[in-house]
């Protein structure tokens, strides 16, 4: 497992009052359902303790009328009060669910938004699993603490409230005997507070870890089976398995240790209410109504108040899955539009309605003629130099191939050129000017890319390749798939463009996926073109269709084409042989072949495999 895969974010060790003000801001959107579901957990407070006054009013007119007492009176006023609870019973389900959904859809959109902002550098150091987590169990926690957590908040402040002010008026004494047990309640809470945060956080770390080895696993069937992995991958997450197991007892036995204490404290009540105020109705200083009133309030105090402290530990609980998604929705993308170029984008909107303006969304013009690299050095977050001083210019119409040995930082080149990553030092210019004082979405658009492994949507292969312009017609799609030449064996398929193309595009050959993937960069119409080792996993058949419509796919733009298949390459206006970060060799085919440098021993020997491989596979036939 890599050390991406244990990474875990740091957290505070107390409760975080300013994340879950965060939390509600965001929620506070909902305030159509907010609102009516605070009345109505007031309205329900107001019920639940009016049980207990109005049963010691039925009790004393009993006991002062006898058989006289008004029983349809007491029998109505407790029919509309139940009624009434009823309702609202009703009301803050549906609301606390609406607001709970909707919180969770909220959530989720701006999680995904914000994922697709980010940087590739947030992706190199977090697995798929640990970002899944965030979007659905962590998401789906946060939004029910808020929806069923306010609610109950709301309902149990106000009704431990008003049992303290009824206790208090109705006799004050022993009201204070009561409420003396409130203080030990607070400590015990205030201990397993910070036990049962820290023991949640661990379920839910746990619980990441094991997600991302559920993806990992599925991912790396194969190699898991070629490599006969099984026993050593089961071990691994045998061990995840057995931390999150231990995680969940401790707090389950914290728990079982927790709640019982709250409920033992609010019996103490009780027996000293019904204790101290039997003595005091048999000597006629309470009623009997006020007694029972007393003791019907000494048992309700604590059930709020237990309430409370279940919401409490649920918060606790879900602070470790707040600060989590909170963390991610709040991630700043390293690589942006600063606020110059978004200034200048505003300014320049009227500009953009002429769709011969020429203008790019910052007003600078639209037309990539050069790119540049100016004394570019650059590093991984973790990891040494792998650019230094680099320098490279490249005008429009030019196609750059990029060649030598793995890690010497080809495929950054190109991913700095796409600005996937930004340089340490030094500057990337567009056209002259520095391209981070350009839009990012612009030059982004301008792109086609192709890379080694192909990634293809579950949908049809149509829908894939018009998924590099969504508003390209039917014509458009296959006039694309038809310069690449993918069109005949799409047409051989049943269904052609319709044909389904599976998970990932596993009901298709590598070679077919990279032709349709080669035509949804094509139709996107870029101007900067990137193939990264586009050819080396596809048959030979299928590479010479691909070089057959590339002059097509390549004509008037920027090309980059990182090719270990040095066939693909022969035609490039200039070839780099790229070591250790710089550049080694410079020149077209022929002069580097005349140079007999590291690009001569490359091709020589790629040559020679290819004859030896020929001759065999002549000779079995």
């Given at each position: 497992?890599?050390?991406?895969?244990?990474?875990?974010?740091?957290?505070?060790?107390?409760?975080?009052?300013?994340?879950?003000?965060?939390?509600?801001?965001?929620?506070?959107?909902?305030?159509?359902?907010?609102?009516?579901?605070?009345?109505?957990?007031?309205?329900?407070?107001?019920?639940?303790?009016?049980?207990?006054?109005?049963?010691?009013?039925?009790?004393?007119?009993?006991?002062?009328?006898?058989?006289?007492?008004?029983f349809a009176l007491y029998a109505g006023?407790?029919?509309?009060?139940?009624?009434?609870?009823?309702?609202?019973?009703?009301l803050f389900i549906w609301l606390a669910?609406?607001?709970?959904?909707?919180?969770?859809?909220?959530?989720?959109?701006?999680?995904?938004?914000?994922?697709?902002?980010?940087?590739?550098?947030?992706?190199?150091?977090?697995?798929?699993?640990?970002?899944?987590?965030?979007?659905?169990?962590?998401?789906?926690?946060?939004?029910?603490?808020?929806?069923?957590?306010?609610?109950?908040?709301?309902?149990?402040?106000?009704?431990?409230?008003?049992?303290?002010?009824?206790?208090?008026?109705l006799n004050w004494k022993l009201g204070?005997?009561?409420?003396?047990?409130?203080?030990?309640?607070?400590?015990?809470?205030?201990?397993?507070?910070?036990?049962?945060?820290?023991?949640?956080?661990?379920?839910?770390?746990?619980?990441?870890?094991?997600?991302?080895?559920?993806?990992?696993?599925?991912?790396?069937?194969?190699?898991?089976?070629?490599?006969?992995?099984?026993?050593?991958?089961?071990?691994?997450?045998?061990?995840?398995?057995?931390?999150?197991?231990?995680?969940?007892?401790?707090?389950?036995?914290?728990?079982?240790?927790?709640?019982?204490?709250?409920?033992?404290?609010?019996?103490?009540?009780?027996?000293?209410?019904?204790?101290?105020?039997?003595?005091?109705?048999?000597?006629?200083?309470?009623?009997?109504?006020?007694?029972?009133?007393?003791?019907?309030?000494?048992?309700?105090?604590?059930?709020?108040?237990?309430?409370?402290?279940?919401?409490?530990?649920?918060?606790?609980?879900?602070?470790?899955?707040?600060?989590?998604?909170?963390?991610?929705?709040?991630?700043?993308?390293?690589?942006?539009?600063?606020?110059?170029?978004?200034?200048?984008?505003?300014?320049?909107?009227?500009?953009?309605?002429?769709?011969?303006?020429?203008?790019?969304?910052?007003?600078?013009?639209?037309?990539?003629?050069?790119?540049?690299?100016?004394?570019?050095?650059?590093?991984?977050?973790?990891?040494?130099?792998?650019?230094?001083?680099?320098?490279?210019?490249?005008?429009?119409?030019?196609?750059?191939?990029?060649?030598?040995?793995?890690?010497?930082?080809?495929?950054?080149?190109?991913?700095?050129?796409?600005?996937?990553?930004?340089?340490?030092?030094?500057?990337?210019?567009?056209?002259?000017?520095?391209?981070?004082?350009?839009?990012?979405?612009?030059?982004?658009?301008?792109?086609?890319?192709?890379?080694?492994?192909?990634?293809?949507?579950?949908?049809?292969?149509?829908?894939?390749?018009?998924?590099?312009?969504?508003?390209?017609?039917?014509?458009?799609?296959?006039?694309?798939?038809?310069?690449?030449?993918?069109?005949?064996?799409?047409?051989?398929?049943?269904?052609?463009?319709?044909?389904?193309?599976?998970?990932?595009?596993?009901?298709?050959?590598?070679?077919?996926?990279?032709?349709?993937?080669?035509?949804?960069?094509?139709?996107?119409?870029?101007?900067?073109?990137?193939?990264?080792?586009?050819?080396?996993?596809?048959?030979?058949?299928?590479?010479?269709?691909?070089?057959?419509?590339?002059?097509?796919?390549?004509?008037?733009?920027?090309?980059?084409?990182?090719?270990?298949?040095?066939?693909?390459?022969?035609?490039?206006?200039?070839?780099?042989?790229?070591?250790?970060?710089?550049?080694?060799?410079?020149?077209?085919?022929?002069?580097?072949?005349?140079?007999?440098?590291?690009?001569?021993?490359?091709?020589?020997?790629?040559?020679?495999?290819?004859?030896?491989?020929?001759?065999?596979?002549?000779?079995?036939?």
């Amino acid at each position: 497992m890599s050390a991406a895969f244990h990474q875990e974010d740091d957290f505070k060790a107390k409760l975080d009052a300013g994340l879950w003000w965060k939390v509600f801001r965001r929620a506070f959107h909902l305030r159509r359902f907010l609102i009516p579901l605070f009345i109505s957990a007031l309205v329900l407070a107001v019920c639940d303790a009016s049980f207990a006054l109005i049963t010691r009013w039925v009790i004393d007119g009993v006991v002062r009328d006898g058989t006289n007492a008004n029983f349809a009176l007491y029998a109505g006023v407790y029919l509309a009060v139940t009624l009434l609870l009823c309702a609202c019973v009703w009301l803050f389900i549906w609301l606390a669910g609406n607001i709970s959904n909707r919180l969770a859809h909220d959530i989720r959109r701006d999680g995904f938004d914000r994922l697709q902002e980010l940087e590739f550098a947030f992706f190199d150091t977090r697995p798929v699993g640990w970002l899944i987590t965030r979007l659905t169990s962590d998401c789906d926690r946060l939004a029910r603490t808020i929806g069923w957590g306010f609610l109950d908040i709301v309902w149990g402040l106000s009704l431990v409230l008003m049992i303290a002010l009824s206790l208090l008026v109705l006799n004050w004494k022993l009201g204070l005997i009561i409420l003396a047990i409130v203080p030990p309640l607070a400590i015990v809470s205030r201990y397993f507070q910070k036990k049962l945060l820290f023991s949640a956080r661990d379920i839910r770390k746990y619980n990441s870890q094991i997600t991302a080895a559920y993806n990992e696993s599925i991912q790396g069937v194969r190699t898991t089976k070629t490599l006969v992995r099984e026993a050593e991958n089961l071990g691994e997450f045998k061990s995840l398995s057995t931390h999150m197991f231990n995680a969940a007892v401790l707090n389950a036995r914290q728990n079982a240790v927790y709640y019982p204490l709250v409920i033992t404290l609010g019996s103490l009540a009780s027996g000293i209410a019904l204790w101290r105020g039997g003595w005091l109705t048999l000597h006629d200083e309470i009623s009997l109504g006020t007694l029972v009133a007393f003791v019907n309030f000494a048992g309700m105090f604590f059930n709020p108040i237990n309430q409370l402290a279940q919401r409490l530990t649920e918060i606790q609980s879900a602070q470790a899955a707040g600060e989590r998604v909170m963390g991610l929705l709040e991630t700043t993308p390293a690589i942006q539009d600063s606020p110059a170029v978004m200034a200048r984008m505003e300014d320049h909107k009227s500009d953009l309605r002429s769709p011969d303006s020429g203008l790019a969304p910052d007003g600078l013009p639209g037309k990539v003629e050069s790119i540049t690299f100016r004394n570019v050095t650059f590093r991984y977050s973790t990891g040494p130099v792998v650019l230094e001083n680099f320098n490279l210019e490249v005008k429009a119409g030019q196609t750059i191939a990029l060649v030598g040995p793995s890690g010497g930082g080809k495929s950054t080149i190109v991913s700095m050129v796409c600005r996937f990553y930004e340089p340490v030092e030094g500057e990337i210019l567009i056209n002259g000017t520095d391209y981070r004082e350009r839009s990012l979405a612009w030059l982004q658009s301008q792109l086609g890319i192709v890379l080694q492994t192909p990634h293809l949507f579950k949908g049809t292969i149509r829908e894939n390749i018009r998924y590099g312009r969504l508003e390209a017609t039917d014509a458009e799609v296959e006039a694309a798939a038809k310069m690449v030449n993918a069109h005949e064996f799409i047409s051989a398929l049943e269904g052609g463009y319709e044909a389904s193309v599976g998970e990932g595009g596993n009901r298709l050959s590598t070679g077919q996926r990279q032709l349709i993937s080669f035509a949804r960069a094509l139709l996107a119409n870029p101007q900067i073109f990137v193939m990264d080792e586009a050819t080396s996993s596809i048959d030979t058949e299928t590479e010479q269709l691909i070089q057959r419509g590339m002059e097509t796919m390549l004509a008037g733009r920027i090309s980059f084409v990182i090719a270990h298949r040095l066939s693909t390459i022969r035609r490039a206006d200039r070839i780099l042989v790229i070591t250790k970060g710089r550049i080694e060799e410079s020149g077209t085919h022929e002069e580097l072949l005349r140079q007999r440098g590291h690009y001569y021993e490359l091709y020589t020997n790629q040559f020679r495999r290819e004859r030896e491989e020929a001759v065999l596979a002549g000779g079995e036939t």
